[in-house]
């Protein structure tokens, strides 16, 4: 009888073939490194877009082209918080499957159990924001997405910190 060959079958799980049956077999392999430095990238993008459309005076003509850079920075570092925080539950938990496959609103709930969402209802609003950006462009709708992203950008920052928390462990 041959030795059982390991063989991987693609991510935390890899199976041997024994006696013409497989069989899980969990291997020791470090989680692949989660990468924080886009959304710390992200977010000071985001935090300068805002200091130089706070700057602009009302009716100034590059105010509406610093609106938005405000509102697309805003779009992107909301992608990459959302994504990021799937992506540390996924490492986290043994049933990654069930949490690649959670609804938002079970994403923000696994979120705030594990600690890393302070305020779940607000990413609610950061949902909201995200789908009236991409769905429905207008002035009402910019300038008022571009008033609260200064607040989104204290909810995103507490989310790195956690994150950052959560991966040191």
């Known amino acids: 009888m041959s030795e059982p060959v390991a063989m991987p079958c693609g991510g935390r799980e890899g199976y041997h073939f024994d006696v013409g049956r497989l069989a899980p077999l969990r291997w020791a392999m470090a989680s692949p490194l989660i990468d924080l430095t886009p959304l710390r990238k992200a977010l000071a993008m985001l935090r300068e877009a805002l200091a130089f459309w706070n700057a602009q005076p009302d009716g100034a003509p590059l105010k509406p ?98 994150l950052e928390v959560n991966l040191a462990k």
């Open 65 to 162: 082209h610093l609106r938005s850079a405000v509102i697309q920075s805003f779009e992107f570092t909301y992608e990459l918080s959302v994504r990021l925080l799937r992506r540390v539950l996924i490492e986290r938990v043994e049933s990654a499957d069930r949490v690649v496959n959670l609804s938002f609103n079970d994403l923000l709930r696994s979120g705030a159990d594990a600690g890393l969402l302070a305020a779940p209802d607000r990413w609610r609003e950061w949902r909201e924001m995200r789908n009236a950006t991409t769905h429905a462009y207008d002035e009402t709708t910019a300038q008022a997405v571009a008033a609260r992203a200064a607040v989104f950008v204290e909810d995103a920052a507490a989310l790195l910190s956690a």
